[in-house]
C-alpha cells in the first residue's frame, strides 16, 4: 500500500454515513455475523457500477444503502489492497491481467486472499478471509462424535469429504486434521488452492503449501509429500486421474489422506473415483478402492429453521466389510440401503440426518425436502 492510500479515509458512501475501507473490513469480524468462531461471511465482493456485497450463509448481499462502487473508488481500495506492481498490472490498459495475491489487515491479525480483475464494466475483485481460529469438530456439528473420533484415529487410510462449492468441506476436514494435530505426534502436510485456514504446528509438525505458488499442482504436491515422510496429507481436491492414482496408494500404503470431490452424495464419490480411469482397469480400481477408502463424509449446509445462520447435514459412509464387498465389485445400487442400515457403525444417509434435524426443530420441512438426495424423504414427511 502506497502513503497516499489510506485504510481509515471515508470513501465509500452508504445511506448517510461514508465508510473507510476499514468500515468495510469490519463486518468480516462483527460479532453480529459470527457462530462462535465461525464467521458467517466469507467473501466481499466489489465491482464498478454494483453496491459492495458480502457473501452471508452463501447468499451475496449488498450492503444495506450501499451505491454503486464508482471506478475512482474502488481505484483507491486496491491502492489499499495492492503493491505498486501490482496495481501497474491489473490497471494497465493495454494489457490488464488478474492478480491473485494475498492482504493482512495487521490492525486486527485478519489474512485474505484477494483476486482482482476485469470484466466489461472495469475494474472488481473478491476478498475472501482466511480463518486463523480453526473452528473445533464440535464447533463444526457433525452428527456423532463417533465420527470424528474413528476418523482422528486412524493411522492410515483415505477420508473424502464431498459436496458443492461452499458447502464446508474445508472447514470440515480443517477440524479434523487441526484435532490430529493438537492431540498426536504425526507430521502434517497440506496442499491447498487456496489456503483457507492458517495452521499452527502444536503437538505435530504441520507445513502448509498452496499450489501455484509452493508447488504446481496437487499431483506435484503429492509426489513431493510422499518423500518428506508425512503421515497425515491433506490434499484440497482430487481434480484428476494422476491425484486419485496417488492418494490411493498413499493411503494404501501407511498414511492417512483427506481430500475432497464435487459430488452429492457418497455413493457418487465412489463411481466419481473410479469413473476417472479408463475402462480396462474398473476392476483393479475398485479393489484398490476397497482397500484404501476410510470414510466418505458427504455434506450440505442447510439453513436453520429460526434464520440464524446454517447447519450441518452429512451423509457418513464407512467402509465397514459389507460396503468393502460393495465397493469390490462395483455394486454402487446397494451402497444406499447398506449405509441406512448400518446406524451402530455411525454410518447415516443425508436423508436420515436431515429427517432427524427437521423432527427437533432444527430445520424446517421445506428444507429437508429441498436439500434431500431422495424423493423418499418426501414422503416420511407427510
Known sequence: MADQYDLNQPIYQVGDSTLSFSDMLGYFINPEY????????????????????????DDLTPMPGGIGVTDEVLRYMLGILLNEKHLRIVTDEDDPQDVDTAFEWKEHQ????????????????????L????????????????????????????????????????????????????????????????????????TSMVSQRQVGQDVSSFSGGLRSALR?????IFVGEIRDTETASLALSAAETGHLVFSTLHT????????RIVDMFPAEQTKSLCLQLSFSL?????????????????????????????LGNLIRTGNWQQVYSTMETQSKEGMMTMEQHLLHLYQHGVITKESAITYTNEASLIERLQ
Open 131 to 202: 480463518a486463523s481460529n480453526i473452528p473445533t469438530i464440535q464447533e463444526v456439528g457433525l452428527p456423532s462424535d463417533k465420527i470424528w473420533q474413528d476418523i482422528t484415529a486412524l493411522k492410515r487410510g483415505l477420508v473424502l469429504v464431498t459436496g458443492v462449492t461452499g458447502s464446508g468441506k474445508s472447514t470440515t476436514i480443517s477440524a479434523l486434521v487441526n484435532h490430529i494435530n493438537l492431540y498426536r505426534k504425526t507430521r502434517i502436510i497440506t496442499l491447498e488452492d487456496p489456503v483457507e485456514f492458517l495452521f499452527k504446528s502444536e
Open 294 to 322: 476410510s470414510f466418505v463424509l458427504s455434506q450440505k449446509l442447510v439453513p436453520r429453521a429460526d434464520g440464524n445462520g446454517r447447519i450441518l447435514a452429512m451423509e457418513v459412509l464407512k467402509n465397514v466389510p459389507a
Open 228 to 232: 518428506e515422510n508425512p503421515d497425515v
Open 34 to 57: 459470527k457462530r462462535g468462531n465461525l464467521s458467517r461471511i466469507s467473501d466481499m465482493h466489489v465491482k464498478t457500477g454494483r453496491p459492495v456485497s458480502f457473501r452471508i450463509d
Open 264 to 271: 452429492r452424495d457418497a455413493k457418487g464419490a465412489l463411481s
Open 110 to 129: 485478519v489474512n485474505f486472499r484477494l483476486n482482482v480483475f476485469r470484466d466489461r464494466d472495469g475494474l472488481a475483485f473478491v476478498m475472501r478471509v
